[in-house]
């Protein structure tokens, strides 16, 4: 039996991401409150929104899968958020120019039928060139990267502020690592779209 599956998460980037699977699904906007907690580090705070957000959509699909999803960016220990603003996306690259930002991108599986769930968050290192306040105005008046986490968007013309990502999961740093969530599925009894696949 193919098992509904939910993705818990507002992000178009997320929602096009398991579109590549071939598996239909439903979206659904969970209600949570997204701050960090005190003293929280930040792959714990990832760790915990993607399965927070899972649980808050699971009593309106009490037998479905529910994919949680979130990322955090981690700077000298320091989180960098979304900016939300070209005024805040400046700061951000100018903080990040010449230096590793560790993107941990949490993922969890909820099984809302009996409560068994799994998360893992999948780091990604990226290594930003060394920009100009130039360069980063003219990329700033190009794409509106103010809705992602860095302020660089890698799946578009943000990959021309990078110089080198490291990562088990070329998807991991867009959002949602699609790897280690073809894994949890078939673990899950889920069915890949692959006929023979493991």
Same mark, same amino acid.
């Given at each position: 039996?193919? +098992? $509904? ?6 992000? #178009? *980037? %997320? ?6 699977? /071939?598996?239909?699904?439903?979206? !659904?906007?969970?209600?949570?409150? !997204?701050?960090? @907690?005190?003293?929280?580090? =930040? ?11 899972? =649980?808050?959509?699971?009593? +309106? ?8 999803? &979130? /990322?955090?960016?981690?700077? &000298?220990? /320091?989180?960098?958020?979304? #900016?939300?603003? +070209? &005024?805040?996306? $400046? %700061?951000?690259? /100018?903080?990040? @120019?010449? +230096? ?15 409560? %068994? *769930? ?8 990226? !290594?930003? %060139?060394?920009?100009? &306040?130039?360069?980063?105005?003219? *990329?700033?008046? @190009?794409?509106?990267? *103010? ?43 889920? #069915?890949? #779209? ?5």
């Amino acid at each position: 039996m193919v +098992r $509904r599956i939910v993705l818990a998460s507002s992000s #178009p *980037y %997320r929602r096009q991401l398991l579109e590549r699977l /071939q598996l239909p699904f439903l979206t !659904e906007v969970p209600a949570v409150d !997204e701050a960090a @907690r005190p003293g929280e580090a =930040q792959v714990q705070t990832a760790l915990r929104l993607a399965l927070v957000k899972a =649980q808050a959509c699971a009593p +309106r699909h009490p037998q479905a899968l529910i994919i949680g999803a &979130d /990322q955090v960016a981690e700077l &000298d220990g /320091q989180s960098i958020g979304k #900016p939300g603003s +070209r &005024d805040a996306a $400046r %700061r951000q690259l /100018q903080a990040m @120019r010449g +230096r590793s930002v560790v993107f941990h991108s949490a993922l969890a599986l909820l099984d809302a039928a009996n409560g %068994r *769930y799994s998360v893992h968050s999948v780091p990604t290192t990226v !290594e930003f %060139r060394p920009l100009s &306040d130039q360069a980063i105005e003219d *990329y700033l008046q @190009r794409e509106a990267a *103010y809705d992602c986490a860095g302020s660089a968007k890698i799946e578009a013309l943000g990959i021309c502020l990078v110089q080198s990502v490291q990562s088990q999961d070329p998807t991991a740093l867009i959002g949602l690592p699609l790897i280690l969530l073809t894994t949890l599925l078939g673990e899950f009894g889920m #069915p890949l #779209p692959l006929p023979g696949a493991p």
